[in-house]
């Protein structure tokens, strides 16, 4: 190995450890700041040249993350995310129905906008609810975080590491959903089934509820014509039409109002999330271009990843080491020498996601439900979350794969 060799070496393992822990003891640094410094790294010592970091950053992934994030912040500062949600769970009379009222509706919301902000919205509604009614906020709490991993399976659009992969990999709306949503389906029912049985005690008692949640101001012509744009969003994604063209032109007719300040939008937009996906780009483009060789790129076939177990089982537990999004650039290089690449690239979407329900630390979505369980006096814990995760993930993991490797 060259001394080039090595110095990208050490930048990707230190960005990579940098990313998954998420921080850097003793600095200020977040997992945005830490993928730049290492695309910066990776210029500085020659690795990639600046118009090679430029043609490294797959602007289609970014386009589509950021129409999707102005859409999903129309949604929730109109009031449409609360009113739904709201309009749901007043329908739930007992425990029972409450899951399946909060797991449905968090998991179909997923499939087509991001889950993350998802769970941001869903986890006040279900905090103020479990509070109002003098019922566990746990079980419910629980069923949000999961909901939305497994929900946002369905589509490329349901989370930023499908939205990567749909971007990588070709594979159209259609067939992405065709393959994946049955999956998503499975997962939200075992989402139900687990709790359930998990938190008995919470389901067996009879109770009548009556939850009223309070739907705040709304925005009615701003919710109006953000469903509308929601609905043509999937009418073009189904035609065919590029998702990150149909997200930011989507996302840009939202802007045209007159009631909502655009500030109150920009503030939505996860802006350090774009910027460490453009950093892991160069990072990732950085080490293929001084460590990549045919023989590390055939060494795929000597790990058996044509395998479909095999790569699932992988990806699942490359997702719990470094995270979901870095774990899916790391494996972009030896897909495409794959036997069947498109086979490959839907499990390790599948598998880079359910792996996720496996700890509270293994998605985004579990730390964001996490936060929202302290303001309910009744902190979620590693343990609590670990009881339904092990058995969920492990279930729709097999399932999952059993269906990918049946129906390819």
Same mark, same amino acid.
């Given at each position: 190995?060259?001394?080039?060799?090595?110095?990208?070496?050490?930048?990707?393992?230190?960005?990579?450890?940098?990313?998954?822990?998420?921080?850097?003891?003793?600095?200020?640094? =977040?997992?945005?700041?830490?993928?730049?410094?290492?695309?910066?790294?990776?210029?500085?010592?020659?690795?990639?040249?600046?118009? =090679?970091?430029?043609?490294?950053?797959?602007?289609?992934?970014?386009?589509?993350?950021?129409?999707?994030?102005?859409?999903?912040?129309?949604?929730?500062?109109?009031?449409?995310?609360?009113?739904?949600?709201?309009?749901?769970?007043?329908?739930?009379?007992?425990?029972?129905?409450?899951?399946?009222?909060?797991?449905?509706?968090?998991?179909?919301?997923?499939?087509?906008?991001?889950?993350?902000?998802?769970?941001?919205?869903?986890?006040?509604?279900?905090?103020?609810?479990?509070?109002?009614?003098?019922?566990?906020?746990?079980?419910?709490?629980?069923?949000?975080?999961?909901?939305?991993?497994?929900?946002?399976?369905?589509?490329?659009?349901?989370?930023?590491?499908?939205?990567?992969?749909?971007?990588?990999?070709?594979?159209?709306?259609?067939?992405?959903?065709?393959?994946?949503?049955?999956?998503?389906?499975?997962?939200?029912?075992?989402?139900?089934?687990?709790?359930?049985?998990?938190?008995?005690?919470?389901?067996?008692?009879?109770?009548?509820?009556?939850?009223?949640?309070?739907?705040?101001?709304?925005?009615?012509?701003?919710?109006?014509?953000?469903?509308?744009?929601?609905?043509?969003?999937?009418?073009?994604?189904?035609?065919?039409?590029?998702?990150?063209?149909?997200?930011?032109?989507?996302?840009?007719?939202?802007?045209?109002?007159?009631?909502?300040?655009?500030?109150?939008?920009?503030?939505?937009?996860?802006?350090?999330?774009?910027?460490?996906?453009?950093?892991?780009?160069?990072?990732?483009?950085?080490?293929?271009?001084?460590?990549?060789?045919? =023989?590390?790129?055939?060494?795929?076939?000597?790990?058996?990843?044509?395998?479909?177990?095999?790569?699932?089982?992988?990806?699942?537990?490359?997702?719990?080491?470094?995270?979901?999004?870095?774990?899916?650039?790391?494996?972009?290089?030896?897909?495409?020498?794959?036997?069947?690449?498109?086979?490959?690239?839907?499990?390790?979407?599948?598998?880079?996601?359910?792996?996720?329900?496996?700890?509270?630390?293994?998605?985004?979505?579990?730390?964001?439900?996490?936060?929202?369980?302290?303001?309910?006096?009744?902190?979620?814990?590693?343990?609590?979350?670990?009881?339904?995760?092990?058995?969920?993930?492990?279930?729709?993991?097999?399932?999952?794969?059993?269906?990918?490797?049946?129906?390819?």
């Amino acid at each position: 190995m060259t001394l080039m060799g090595a110095a990208a070496l050490l930048i990707l393992v230190l960005t990579y450890a940098g990313v998954a822990i998420g921080r850097i003891p003793g600095l200020r640094l =977040d997992r945005a700041g830490i993928a730049l410094l290492g695309g910066a790294a990776m210029i500085a010592i020659g690795a990639i040249s600046m118009e =090679d970091a430029y043609r490294a950053i797959n602007f289609d992934t970014i386009t589509l993350l950021l129409g999707m994030m102005i859409v999903v912040a129309h949604l929730k500062v109109s009031g449409a995310f609360r009113g739904l949600g709201a309009i749901a769970i007043e329908h739930a009379h007992a425990p029972f129905m409450l899951l399946v009222m909060v797991t449905l509706l968090t998991g179909v919301l997923s499939a087509f906008l991001v889950n993350d902000a998802i769970c941001l919205v869903m986890a006040p509604i279900v905090v103020h609810v479990t509070r109002v009614i003098n019922r566990n906020p746990i079980p419910y709490l629980i069923a949000t975080a999961t909901a939305s991993n497994c929900g946002s399976v369905a589509t490329i659009t349901g989370n930023p590491q499908n939205m990567v992969i749909g971007a990588l990999s070709g594979i159209s709306y259609p067939a992405f959903s065709a393959a994946l949503a049955p999956v998503a389906l499975f997962g939200l029912v075992a989402v139900i089934v687990i709790v359930r049985i998990v938190y008995r005690a919470e389901f067996t008692r009879t109770a009548e509820l009556a939850p009223h949640v309070s739907r705040g101001r709304m925005h009615r012509g701003q919710v109006l014509k953000a469903v509308i744009v929601c609905i043509g969003l999937a009418v073009a994604f189904f035609a065919g039409v590029p998702v990150a063209k149909a997200a930011l032109i989507g996302g840009a007719i939202l802007l045209l109002t007159r009631a909502i300040k655009p500030e109150r939008i920009y503030r939505e937009i996860d802006g350090p999330l774009l910027f460490m996906f453009a950093g892991l780009f160069v990072v990732v483009a950085g080490a293929e271009k001084t460590l990549l060789t045919p =023989d590390l790129v055939a060494s795929a076939k000597n790990l058996g990843l044509d395998d479909v177990w095999r790569l699932s089982g992988f990806t699942a537990v490359l997702s719990n080491i470094m995270s979901n999004v870095p774990a899916v650039l790391a494996l972009r290089p030896f897909i495409p020498g794959l036997e069947n690449p498109e086979r490959a690239w839907l499990v390790v979407a599948m598998s880079s996601t359910l792996a996720g329900n496996f700890t509270l630390l293994g998605s985004v979505a579990n730390l964001i439900v996490a936060e929202q369980s302290k303001t309910a006096g009744t902190p979620l814990s590693f343990g609590a979350f670990f009881k339904v995760g092990l058995p969920l993930t492990l279930i729709t993991l097999v399932a999952g794969t059993a269906w990918l490797a049946l129906g390819f």
